[in-house]
């Protein structure tokens, strides 16, 4: 969308070539500049719930405002951040910017609850649950007021230490949700021993929920599914006026997407709350 540019040139990492080549090294030196010279970007978009009370719920995903290059999308440095590991300093990177947004006089006061996107990797980082609690405790923010948004895939990756870290993450009070339900082949009778608040259905179901095909079919199940296990569930990638309605008809309990807003830089997500009135 508006502002997006496609990365060229020694920045566009090509998995092909081996880890040890100048290409990855060039942006891996790039990613640590751009953390320490503060080129990341907190964006916020909204969630709204759609039926009954209207909470205030956003999730946090991170942009690059590269000086020459423009504001590059996640997709075009979060896979390679996933492979060389870097993506733990951006995890904590993003952890800190959201707790001092939500310690900030504006936000401080109101019952905000922001999630954030964990990677493969900080599923297997030992040290993640203190790091975590120890910027909470340093903001002076509640566990319970962030969610931790964990893909299926991420989680079946390793079942077992998947749920183990959830069942520390648990413990320490956070919100858990698991992302991009519907592409990751995790079975049922696992779903439910898992520590989990929410399921968030793939946008991909969302997306071609009016065209002909099974996609209704799969999101009308899926939320049927997670209201069985005692689950919230969020529909994201909602382009329409249409999807929206439909989704309130199939007793979707949150939406996320384009037909509600497009993420939002930090600073512009309570006057988008304001408006909404
Ligand atoms: P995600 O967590 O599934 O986030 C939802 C993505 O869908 C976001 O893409 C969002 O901008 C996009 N989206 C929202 N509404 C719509 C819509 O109506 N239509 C369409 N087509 N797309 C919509 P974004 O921001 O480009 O992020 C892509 C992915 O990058 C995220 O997918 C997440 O996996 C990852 N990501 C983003 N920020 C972070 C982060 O801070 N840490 C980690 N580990 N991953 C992140
Ligand atoms: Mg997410
Ligand atoms: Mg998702
Ligand atoms: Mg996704």
């Known amino acids: 969308y508006a502002g997006k540019r496609q990365l060229s040139g020694p920045l566009r990492y090509d998995p092909a070539l081996d880890s040890a080549s100048a290409q990855t090294l060039s942006l891996l030196t790039e990613l640590r500049h751009a953390v320490e010279h503060h080129e990341l970007r907190l964006y916020l978009q909204p969630k709204i719930a759609l039926h009954g009370q209207p909470g205030l719920a956003a999730e946090a995903l991170v942009r690059w405002q590269h000086p020459q290059r423009g504001l590059v999308p996640p997709m075009e440095f979060i896979p390679f951040a996933e492979q060389t590991g870097f993506v733990r300093q951006l995890t904590l990177w993003m952890f800190e910017e959201v707790c001092r947004w939500l310690a900030t006089p504006a936000a401080r006061h109101l019952p905000l609850r922001v999630s954030v996107n964990l990677s ?3 599923l297997l980082d030992p040290e993640l649950c203190h790091r975590l609690a120890a910027l909470l405790a340093r903001y002076g923010v509640a566990a319970s007021a962030l969610c931790l948004e964990i893909t299926e895939s991420a989680i079946m990756d390793d079942p077992q230490r998947a749920e183990a870290m959830l069942n520390r993450l648990s413990e320490h009070g956070f919100k ?7 592409t990751g082949y995790s079975s049922l009778a696992y779903l439910k021993r898992l520590p989990v608040d929410e399921l968030k259905i793939d946008k991909s179901f969302v997306m071609g929920m009016e065209s002909a095909g099974d996609d209704a079919l799969i999101v009308r199940s899926t939320i049927d599914l997670a209201h069985n296990l005692g689950l919230t569930v969020v529909a994201e990638g909602v ?9 309130r008809s199939l007793s979707c309990d949150e939406a996320q997407g384009y037909a509600i807003s497009k993420p939002l830089p930090a600073a512009d997500y309570l006057v988008w709350q304001t408006r909404q009135g």
């Open 120 to 122: 493969t990797r900080d």
């Open 239 to 247: 382009e329409t006026q249409a999807i929206l309605g439909h989704l």
């Open 176 to 182: 858990l949700s698991i992302d991009d339900f519907g």
